[in-house]
């Protein structure tokens, strides 16, 4: 085995090993679009100018979940038409189980470019400017969790519900851009890009431990150390017991113009982020590439509220030796269980500020130029989430045709499907420039019919990806030689 | 190229518009039924209990030096002879013991009882004060009436202490009924729900000196009061109990949240260290009156065994045992047919052939009672 394969072998089989779900638009990362250096700086369209009008200049739409498909929620019955849900009595819980894996993530990411600015300075420089409006959010439902709703614990017994892995994270906020980047030799292009944040609203799951251990005796340990760090406008109201009495939204500072903007702002909860990345032409051919895209973090200080959760109860049953020594009746000794049950999960209530960080991209590409217009591209990214990171692999066949047409045609290994044909389209028409792209096309659909409407609905919802806007764009930075020779050979 | 691009682009438009349609949810033909039925078990009660933990030390349990356990039951003025209750005989003079009997109150708990209880040591105190100068020679006719059979006491006639004139006016003191002299053992294993006693008291008299004749002709008198001992060295032959009560399970008025048919199974897994050399079997049936019959029985797949003994009947350790109970959908189904439920509980002594084994009041048992409980959680 060469070195190369050896090396290819080993990048594919760590792809499939690792828990392929990414968030991403590996098809963009190829194609002649200003928007590709939001996945690596230090790409470049062929465009001189390009400006992204608020609202239009683009919108991307990710979801992910690894676990569910419509057709495992709702499985067609007996008779023919009839449609039964995964709860139905005649429905195997277990078929439904077996499609749960131990981390059940749910991802979303929406991301709205409010202004787009880009411009070639010089020879090889290029400025860019962005600023976006990001929702990100993603939820991770440990895989015990399902198996303790449907079949319960006792098929626990000498073991952990191991619920450490629940997470989950939601944030708004406001990204502002400024870029740069340039060739530093004639082979090497390195750009980067600072960003600044202002987070609007965000809630996370801080989850050192939570966990119940069930033991042979069917008695259960809980253990819990679990922060909610919310920002926003919301009020926790505790009772006298130190437990969460009401959430209240608070809309009060929604009725003066001032208010609102004060809280859509996000000026009190300031972050920063930075993109980085560099292309390397190895051959005449062959241009290799990589970048970390979205490492920062945002301080939440505006409108805290943490929810603190910390402590270890064993539940061993009712201790008999006070009935029977009739020191108590058993209502008393129940509802001293329940009391110190209540009591070891009091929650503290504070207001400390909290940093939450940005899940980031990893992208290693490589791309082989077969002819002057198309080549073909290998790109790895890897997205960390916390402690979880995941992957996709994909190879494309991207076709550039200087500034009027660039298409890419992929195929994605992510999020444990194998199957994932992504394509993009992007063509100029005078300064405007379109662009349409997915990671996953849903090639195949289910139609849901009810009383009033027809919906079509992917048939697989593991991957829904979708970029699309609008560009202004100006100039052409790579022209056509059209010197005729001065010699011709006839 | 680009027209072949294009058209490319296009497809895979159109691929994206339309697609292939893979199924066809018609959500009006949705069923609407829906439930989760999870196993749900957890530890409901436990316990480190000792013996005298449940039973505190009274008049009737008393726990002597050794721990050793052990029933009284007391009667008090079983005897009161005054000299003018015997007859005027100048050498033997006799009184009678007016038939009388002594109710133990056991008569509900008989009633419940079946099987072979063996107490291998118990014995009455006769505590007495005596100021008869002359012999009384005693002769009791005891019987002890269990629920089906009768069984004499066997005591041969015993005469009591005198006291020692003239430097003693009367003597207190006790005589022992017991295994050596009577058939008490098998008396008390009856058990006995009445003991029934009659008999004499005879006073022969004897030439005295002169110093000493007004005594004996004074105010003498003969009480008694009896105390009956039964340690608990015992051997138990399926000891059965046996109680109706009832049906506390049936859902008369309909209110009841919890549903008995809402269960497709409970059952109650029960871990236990016994340190009692008694081991035991429980048994709940649901009974209906009007026809007579047991409608479904739940019992434990395995008794709980009793502790190992060492040569004198004492637990020399403790034994592990677990069981369960378990309530199926049938048990659940005859719930509201039933009117009663009996509750059978079955007692043995250690070993294949019941042994000689002695109640201590440190033994203990550690026990874990867990429930497991399958509902039916219908959310349509």
Known sequence: ?490 | MIKRSLLFILMIMGLLITGCIKETYNMRMLSKKAHISPTLAISAVKGDISFSDVVKPSDTVVFDKDKLVILVFKKDSVIDLKLSDFTKATIQKTATIDPNSYDLNLGDVMNHISGTVKFFNPSIKFNYTNSFPDPVKISLNVTAKGKNSTVPLNLSPFTLSKPNLPVQQEVTTTFIIDKSNSNLPDLISLPPETINYSGTAVITSTVKDKGIENYAIGANRLTGSLEIDVPMDLSLNNLQFKDTVNNFIKNNSGDNPLDPADFQLLRINVSAKNGFPLGATLKMSLYDSSTKTEKSTVEATKHLDPAPIDGNGKASGVTETTTSFEFTSVFFSNVNKADKIIFTVILNTTGTTPQEVKIYSDYRINFNAALVVKPDINFK
Request: aromatic fraction near 10%.
């Open chain 1, 1 to 490: 085995m060469t070195g190369k394969t050896k090396y290819i072998l080993i990048l594919i089989l760590a792809v499939i090993i690792a828990d392929a779900s990414a968030q991403n638009s590996q098809v963009l990362y190829f194609m002649n679009l200003p928007q590709n250096h939001l996945l690596n700086p230090a790409l470049r369209p062929s465009n001189k100018v390009y400006i992204g009008l608020p609202g239009m200049s683009g919108i991307n739409l990710n979801i992910n979940n690894n676990f569910v498909n419509f057709n495992d929620v709702f499985i067609k019955g007996q008779p023919k038409d009839s449609i039964i849900s995964f709860l139905h009595p005649d429905y195997n819980p277990d078929k439904f189980l077996a499609k749960i894996k131990d981390k059940n993530s749910l991802e979303q990411e929406t991301t709205v470019q409010l202004l787009g600015v880009g411009f070639s300075v010089g020879n090889d420089g290029y400025v860019f400017l962005d600023i976006n409006e990001r929702i990100q959010g993603n939820i991770v439902l440990p895989g015990d969790l399902f198996r303790l709703a449907l079949k319960g614990n006792e098929g626990f017994a000498g073991k952990k519900i191991d619920l450490s892995s629940l997470r989950g994270d939601i944030k708004y906020y406001h990204e502002f851009g400024v870029g740069f980047s340039r060739n530093f030799t004639d082979k090497l292009r390195i750009g980067i890009k600072g960003k600044l944040l202002f987070g609007i609203a965000a809630a996370s799951i801080d989850n050192k431990s939570l966990g119940i251990t069930v033991n042979d005796d069917y008695s259960h340990t809980l253990d819990a150390n679990l922060t909610v760090n919310m920002s926003g406008p919301v009020n926790v109201y505790m009772n006298s017991k130190h437990n969460v009495d009401s959430v209240v939204f608070d809309d009060s500072r929604f009725k003066t113009s001032a208010g609102a903007t004060d809280f859509f702002s996000g000026k009190k909860n300031i972050g920063l982020g930075l993109d980085i990345g560099a292309t390397f032409d190895l051959t005449d051919r062959i241009v290799l590439s990589a970048s970390v895209t979205d490492l920062g973090f945002i301080r939440w200080k505006n409108d805290v509220t943490n929810l603190k959760a910390y402590n270890q109860f064993k539940f061993s049953g009712l201790n008999m030796l006070d009935v029977i020594n009739g020191t108590k009746t058993i209502d008393e000794v129940g509802k001293d269980m329940l009391d110190s049950l209540k009591n070891a999960f009091n929650v503290s209530n504070t207001k400390a500020p909290f940093t939450t960080y940005l899940p980031f991209g990893i992208s290693l590409g490589g791309s082989y130029n077969v002819t002057k217009r198309f080549s073909v591209g290998l790109l790895s990214y890897s997205r960390i989430i916390g402690k979880q990171l995941r992957e996709a692999l994909t190879l494309s066949a991207n076709l550039n045709l200087g500034n009027a047409f660039s298409t890419s045609i992929s195929y994605t290994a992510e999020n444990h499907r194998y199957d994932n044909l992504g394509a993009g389209v992007a063509f100029r028409a005078g300064i405007i420039q379109f662009y349409l792209l997915s990671d996953r096309i849903p090639i195949m659909w289910n139609k849901i019919k009810d009383d009033k409407s027809n919906v079509m609905v992917p048939a697989n919802w593991n991957t829904i990806n979708l970029r699309l806007g609008m560009n202004l764009v100006f100039g052409n930075r790579i022209r056509e030689k059209n010197d005729k020779p001065m010699l011709l050979v006839e």
